[in-house]
């Protein structure tokens, strides 16, 4: 009962054509589809890029709905597979550098390069340049409203920097059910006001189009009152025109509507269907031949049965239920004991630790599930994914208190993961989880015993409230204090440095300058020290020494790997060169400040205080539409309050 044709959408399919004619000439494109669920999103994409001149090389990935939080970069490394199945494992490596690849962990057999987000997003974007001068290329992400955080950071980063290739950039965004500051609107908002993307939002399918869908159907005009009914009981949505097509109960809820398809199936396909919904993914002949309960042949019978009644859909590892307004109906339909025992069968079919944790948890396994969020925390971590590792840190906590023996289990304790989960907010840029991570683990330790492991965090917590309101001093001055001279002076250096940044924050100039000098004199946090007296030489006015000092902690902190302190230094350089007059050189520095921060994962925090700086000095250069266009694009990012407050204010 499903129609494979594309009704009504003739002028959203022209869009995406004209996006893919540009791309070809040279310039690349990034589209974005939109609309609510079962509006068609998918079916439109698939229909334009079918048939798409020039033989473009058409590479897809999808994000998933289970483990969303947690399994980072998903659709790219469907994305990468889907190139080497095209061009074959030669053609891909040729792609690639030959001292080793910061890809390594999403293609097995590939020499690993020991690198960071930035390499990988960079080595990521030359290998989709190099293919598109070979040929046009398209990448297609669908359902990017559930992208993990650090996928939605790459879509981004290539919308952004794939600037002269002929690449077109396609993605399929769920709009009608996402709350409000959910990050695939947080996308949408941001992209959206760029020149170089097309906005297809899918509205509803008006009535005759309703009648055409039904017509396609069914092979036969439908009765003209039927066709209204249908469509003002399905407000246009083509899924549900399609399932109330299949049914006379017109007062059921959707969920009714669908589950009557269901029922509709024969025996074996409707036990199977279940067993996929649970999976929440792409799922194997294999892993259904070990979850479910039916022999080979019947299986094989019961997924034919399914592919031509249009419930599955193939894919190259496996089979995807069509739509998961189908799968969620089936998956809520379900006895919780039918579904903890399937989830506890899928959990012993998988690898993936991310995975495992899902499985585990709904299972109702809390013992197996916390040490395979602990490991796939440490998998994010090592591929610089950190909103997942704090993610999974903490649903690992959420999980702790109804494991009995965690610490033997897990050869851990609970302090220490949400010691992990500081750090972990830190490099994600959310403060305030950061800041209750760190109350929590300080809690939980005796200074007396372990002044230094106390005294970092109480540093970190310092500067993760200082990010939020400027403030954090007391607990630096408290961090410094817990290691005297003598005890561990590398520890100490660092602390000193951290003090003199917050004291030059707090304009306590002379505290600042003595801090910075004694831990340059202990030879550790040279970056930082050197960002504070420079901050300090600006304030006195001496403009061109602060511009040296600040060149000098960018230096010291690209080579320490401190992305905070080589954001910071190109922030306040910027209020230097203001000084001077110099709004051109402004506006480039905090521009290339901006690239830097995505690169670095820290496009929300530092980037959006570098975006101010940009606005402020367009703004001076009398460039008001760039300079609004600017900070709107940072604030769509969801910036912390301080940050925020300096995007909203008027430029001075």
Not at 154 to 179: C, Q, S
Not at 275 to 296: D, F, K, M, N, R
Request: charged fraction near 25%; charge should be negative; proline fraction near 5%.
């Amino acid at each position: 009962m499903i129609s494979s044709v594309l009704i009504g959408r003739g002028s959203e399919r022209a869009s995406i054509d004209a996006a893919y004619q540009r791309a070809r000439r040279g310039t690349a494109v990034t589209v974005l589809v939109s609309g609510e669920a079962g509006i068609g999103k998918s079916r439109l994409v698939t229909t334009a890029t079918a048939d798409l001149p020039g033989e473009p090389l058409l590479l897809a990935g999808g994000c998933l709905e289970v483990g969303a939080n947690a399994a980072p970069y998903v659709p790219f490394v469907a994305i990468l597979r889907d190139l080497v199945r095209q061009l074959g494992r030669a053609g891909v490596d040729a792609l690639l550098p030959l001292d080793g690849s910061a890809l390594a962990a999403w293609l097995p057999g590939l020499t690993p390069a020991p690198a960071g987000r930035t390499r990988l997003l960079e080595e990521l974007l030359t290998l989709v340049s190099r293919a598109a001068a070979r040929r046009p290329v398209v990448l297609v992400v669908e359902d990017l409203h559930w992208a993990d955080a650090s996928s939605r950071e790459v879509f981004v980063y290539l919308a952004r920097n794939l600037t002269d290739r002929p690449v077109l950039l396609l993605a399929t965004v769920r709009t009608g059910e996402l709350a409000s500051g959910h990050p695939g609107r947080q996308v949408l908002a941001e992209l959206g006001r760029r020149g170089d993307v097309v906005r297809v939002d899918l509205p509803p399918l008006g009535r005759p189009h309703v009648a055409e869908l039904l017509a396609a159907i069914g092979g036969r005009t439908p009765d003209p009152v039927r066709s209204s009914l249908i469509h003002r009981r399905s407000g246009g949505n083509p899924l549900f025109v399609e399932a109330l097509h299949a049914t006379e109960d017109f007062e059921g809820n959707l969920r009714t509507l669908l589950l009557d398809r269901v029922a509709a199936l024969p025996a074996q396909a409707q036990s199977l269907l279940p067993v996929i919904a649970v999976a929440g993914t792409t799922v194997s002949e294999e892993q259904l031949l070990t979850v479910g309960e039916l022999p080979e042949v019947d299986l094989h019978s019961a997924l034919r049965t399914l592919v031509d009644h249009e419930q599955l859909v193939v894919r190259d590892d496996g089979y995807a239920i069509r739509h998961d307004l189908i799968r969620e109906a089936v998956y809520k339909a379900l006895l919780p004991h039918d579904r903890r025992r399937l989830h506890r069968r899928y959990a012993r079919t998988v690898a993936d630790p991310a995975a495992l944790a899902e499985h585990w948890t709904a299972a109702g396994e809390p013992a197996l599930a916390l040490p395979a969020a602990l490991l796939a925390a440490d998998l994010a971590r090592q591929q610089y994914a950190y909103d997942e590792e704090l993610n999974l840190l903490e649903r690992a906590l959420d999980l702790w208190p109804r494991v009995p023996g965690a610490e033997q289990l897990t050869r851990t304790d609970q302090v220490s993961v949400h010691e992990r989960a500081t750090a972990a907010s830190f490099s994600a840029g959310n403060s305030a989880a950061g800041m209750a991570h760190g109350t929590a683990a300080i809690a939980g330790l005796d200074p007396t015993a372990e002044p230094v492991r106390v005294a970092r965090l109480l540093e970190l917590r310092g500067r993760l409230r200082n990010r939020i309101d400027s403030g954090g001093r007391a607990d630096v001055e408290a961090a410094v204090a817990l290691v005297p001279r003598g005890v561990a002076d590398d520890v100490r250096g660092e602390l000193l440095a951290a003090l003199a940044f917050v004291a030059a924050i707090d304009a306590d100039f002379g505290t600042c300058r003595r801090a910075a000098t004694e831990a340059l004199r202990l030879g550790s946090g040279r970056g930082p020290a050197l960002l504070a007296l420079g901050y300090a030489e600006n304030a006195d006015g001496n403009v061109q020494r602060a511009s040296e000092l600040y060149v000098q902690s960018r230096q010291e902190a690209e080579a320490a790997g401190d992305h905070h302190t080589y954001l910071t230094s190109m922030q306040w350089q910027t209020t230097s060169m203001g000084v001077a007059g110099d709004f051109e050189a402004v506006a480039e520095l905090a521009r290339a400040g901006q690239r830097a921060a995505e690169r670095f994962g820290q496009g929300r925090s530092r980037g959006s205080m570098l975006a101010a700086c940009r606005t402020w000095a367009l703004a001076q250069l009398g460039r008001w539409d760039e300079a609004i266009e600017v900070a709107e694009e940072a604030l769509a990012d969801d910036p912390p309050p301080l940050y925020a407050a300096a995007l909203r204010s008027e430029p001075r």
